[in-house]
């Protein structure tokens, strides 16, 4: 997988959690284009992981595999955890 540059600092976790990482600054790529960015993935057959919804528009033109975190996302996780850290509370709190 190709991290852009914002996700770079999940490198060793991915790592850890089995996948092979590559991030846009170790591939020359940081502050280049877009496009640029996407054509390299489509080459070496990578999946990108970005923030960045054009990022993400160019890689489904160009058939390349990408996961969008979007903010939405984002936030559907943090709810998740929270209702869950508060579940787990409240049934500790009743036994």
Known sequence: ML???MYTGFREYLES???QVL???EAGLRGQEDRKVVDFARRRGLLIVTQDAK???LAALRGVKCVLVSNLM???LIDAEIRRRLSVA???RTT
């Open 17 to 19: 959690l089995g996948w």
């Open 23 to 25: 991030t846009v600054e």
């Open 55 to 57: 990022m993400a528009d």
């Open 90 to 92: 409240d049934k500790r």
């Open 74 to 76: 984002i936030a559907k």
């Open 3 to 5: 991290l852009d540059e």
